[in-house]
């Protein structure tokens, strides 16, 4: 049976809380079960463009690309939590409320943010401790492609 293509997060690279996000994500994704991307570099707009998104949506808003669609704001956090193993996955419960509710906390967050010019937005900045898994984590052209079926994406 063949397995399941890798959920993409797509943040924005030039967002602290966004960089910060990922680097939690990469220390407690002992599995490997999420990729990221960037939404300023060409595989964070393909992602993007192969959920049928606009590139200016992942400016404010977290993105996790799946091969079922894309997870938005609070969702995509639920889906990140959701994927990991416990105590994280409990997270996942915050879907029980209303996802108005959910979009209303997560936009009032966003809102607040700390920017900070990364220096390669499309990729983000990496903590010096997770410079090397961060680069492996780094999505490809090909993993679009496979998420939503499209077959093998020329780099």
């Known amino acids: 049976m063949p397995s399941q293509p890798r959920p993409i997060v797509v943040f924005d690279g030039d967002c602290g809380l966004c960089n910060g996000f990922v680097a939690w994500l990469i220390r407690r994704d002992g599995d490997r079960r999420f990729l990221i991307a960037g939404s300023d570099g060409p595989v964070g707009r393909a992602a993007l463009s192969a959920m049928g998104l606009p590139p200016e949506v992942a400016a404010s808003t977290l993105v996790v690309a799946t091969a079922r669609g ?7 956090v639920a ?14 419960a915050m879907r029980a409320l209303p996802r108005g509710i959910r979009d209303t906390v997560y936009r009032f967050v966003a809102a607040r943010r700390p920017r900070r010019p990364a220096e390669d937005p499309s ?3 990496p903590p010096r401790a997770l410079v090397d898994q961060w680069r492996a ?3 490809t052209l090909d993993d679009v ?5 499209a077959g093998n994406a020329p780099c």
């Open 79 to 92: 889906a990140v939590a959701a994927g990991l193993g416990w105590p994280w996955r409990a997270a996942a």
């Open 70 to 76: 894309p997870q938005l704001r609070s969702d995509a």
């Open 123 to 125: 990729c983000g900045t």
């Open 137 to 139: 984590r780094l999505a």
């Open 145 to 149: 492609a496979e998420l939503t079926g």
